[in-house]
């Protein structure tokens, strides 16, 4: 009888799943700069997110870097810009006549621009001078190494097609 029932006992008991490629995590984060500025962050998004991991919702070396994680645990994962914008490309910044633009420009305002194929593209207004202006095409995160503080609220077994 005493066997029975703890063996009830281990059957009743809530097993602590990791983080395993193509298990359903539901996790916080926030997406930092080097210089500690937050760029993004689930809160922003409106609450934890929950995803499957190695499905690419979120960069490679964040979906490699969480597996094993179990719930309550945090991680710091630093990541290139390889995996997210890509490197700064000085061949995006070009100089342009002001009159190509309808509205106001400004030095530190995006603009919808025509670039290089004629399709209008946001832009940096870099500079200004008499008519012309400079306009950076780069993502305003490109060249930026990111660093993505995650928190693992839970880990679940994928139990639907839905989950995948």
Known sequence: MKNEIEATRDMTRKVLLRVE????????????LSSGK?????EKSGGPVTFVCGKGNFPKPVEEN????????????????????GPYNPGKVT????ERISGEVEVGKVVKAPDE????????????????MMLDF????????????VFVKDV?????EKDN
């Open 95 to 98: 100089l342009m006549a002001i």
């Open 21 to 32: 490629h193509g298990r359903l995590v539901e996790m916080e984060y926030q997406v930092r």
């Open 117 to 132: 194929f004629g399709l209008r593209q946001p832009a940096m207004v870099k500079s200004i001078w008499e008519g012309a």
């Open 38 to 42: 937050v760029v993004d962050s689930s």
């Open 138 to 149: 780069n993502h305003p995160l490109a060249g930026k190494t990111l660093h993505f503080e």
């Open 66 to 85: 969480i597996v094993g994680l179990a719930p309550g645990e945090r991680k710091v994962i630093f990541v290139s810009p390889n995996y997210t914008y």
């Open 156 to 160: 679940r077994i994928t139990t639907t």
